[in-house]
């Protein structure tokens, strides 16, 4: 297994968790059947609709 060989310093390992924030937010996208915003490349959560059809039917 590969080890290190340097301990990283505080402001390395800092200055990389920094980065985090930035890229939280997936990016969204609205449902072509009730138009709410949902993550792209996802069932919607409110219809069920994925690909111009009803995947989940969560009327059931
Ligand atoms: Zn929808």
New binding site residues.
């Given amino acids: 297994m590969a080890v290190p060989k340097q301990k990283k310093s505080k402001s390395k390992s800092r200055s990389r968790r920094a980065q985090y924030l930035k890229m939280k937010i997936p990016s969204f996208s609205d ?1 072509t ?2 138009g ?1 915003p949902r993550p792209s490349h996802t069932v ?1 959560p ?2 069920g ?1 994925y690909k111009n059809k009803i995947v989940v039917n969560y009327s059931e």
Avoid: G, L, R
């Fill in positions: 449902c059947n009730c709410t919607c409110v219809c609709f």
